[in-house]
């Protein structure tokens, strides 16, 4: 029998009506014919096939042969095992439970201006900053907020340059598949892409890289991961903080977490919201997801620990400690050990532990996760 040729018939099944789709958009970008669009409305956030070229659940192409949709997805199969071999040479151990990492310090931009528009220290922006006026991109895929911000949806958008990265710095929690911001990118000219997501998306690059998905794979030199535990349907702001706080959305100028839902009103009013009371709109792409630590970016950075000005940062792949050694020589970010904030580390542990958790016995097994035991 020739071999199985996996298509959308297959991602449809076993990932995007199983459970265990994130939304990530990666299958859409990788599409060359333009068969996948993405349903972002009523906090679906999922790929889907169009009616034409094979119907909901199958695709012409596929038939034909084409299995980019499936190399490109970051939860078809065995996907783990694929980006860690391929990006260290070696699957994560279970006491590796954050990921593999050849550093982890707490980090923050010496810039005052970056600091000030970024979220706890503004890494995430020195790092696109230095990659861009050092002519290592030519553009970021990263998220933004639609129109003149007062919906508060978040959208993916291209920086190009610094002031884009100002402009577009700061949290959503809310989702936006930055991914999708690729074809503006490449009609821009771009060739050499970087992706600032969450780890659900920061594990596309090497999974295309790894399943060989061509020109896309080559395109992303940078990988950059935002810790997250999860994100929020749009419905959150007239259902909770608007029906139950009487916070209007378009008066929200800064939200963050920090163990509440801390919003900042533009009448300078503060306000926490208990994350629990949020739970009720988690996104069923959430639901699933084992990678709180953004384990398959070149860099994963997240803003938890005791000091909100500096960003517990884990310095994964040799691209990622070049460039991070390159900007720490430069003197554009400032570091200290991380022993210096340990609840941050045993905070990290403990949530990619819940994480960990929550990927379903019955998918593939994770790296040093041995399958269910059969009769």
């Not at 959305?249 to 919003?263: C, L, P």
């Amino acid at each position: 029998m020739p071999p199985e040729k996996p298509q959308w018939a297959e991602l449809f099944t076993e990932v995007v009506t199983s459970g265990l789709c994130t939304g990530c958009s990666a299958c859409v970008i990788a599409c060359p014919y333009d068969v996948l669009g993405y349903d972002d409305a009523d906090g679906h956030y999922k790929p889907f096939h169009v009616l034409t070229d094979g119907g909901p659940d199958n695709c012409t192409h596929g038939q034909k042969g084409c299995t980019l949709c499936t190399r490109a997805c970051p939860r078809f199969r065995t996907w783990e095992p694929d980006i860690e071999t391929h990006l260290f040479g070696r699957p994560r151990t279970d006491e590796e439970v954050a990921g593999i990492a050849r550093r982890t310090v707490l980090a923050r931009a010496t810039d005052p201006e970056v600091q000030g528009y970024g979220q706890d220290g503004g890494l995430v922006s020195a790092l696109l900053i230095w990659a861009f006026e050092h002519d290592l991109i030519d553009a970021a895929l990263v998220s933004g907020l639609e129109g003149d911000g007062s919906t508060w949806k978040a959208v993916p958008q291209v920086a190009w340059n610094k002031e884009d990265v100002l402009a577009t710095s700061g949290s959503r929690y809310t989702y936006s598949a930055n991914p999708l911001a690729y074809p503006e990118a490449i009609a821009g000219g771009a060739e050499r892409i970087a992706l600032v997501g969450m780890g659900c998306q920061a594990s596309a690059p090497p999974v295309m890289a790894a399943r060989k998905a061509g020109k896309i794979a080559r395109r992303f030199t940078l990988s950059v991961g935002l810790l997250c535990s999860k994100t929020f349907d749009d419905a959150i702001f007239p259902e909770l903080f608007e029906a139950k706080y009487g916070l209007h959305r378009a008066d929200i100028v800064k939200m963050n977490i920090k163990g509440v839902f801390q919003v900042w009103m533009r009448d300078g009013a503060y306000h926490e919201i208990p994350l629990k009371e949020a739970h009720a709109w988690t996104r069923e792409g959430c639901t699933s997801c084992p990678d709180f630590a953004a384990e398959h970016a070149d860099i994963s950075t997240g803003g938890i620990g005791a000091f909100g000005d500096w960003t517990l940062t884990l310095i994964r792949t040799e691209r990622g400690e070049e460039l991070f050694n390159a900007m720490e020589a430069g003197g554009v970010i400032e570091t200290r050990p991380s022993e210096d904030d340990p609840g941050a580390i045993t905070l990290l542990n403990r949530l990619s532990k819940v994480s960990r958790k929550r990927w379903p016995a019955t998918a593939v097994p994770m790296p040093g996760r041995l399958p269910a035991p059969t009769a």
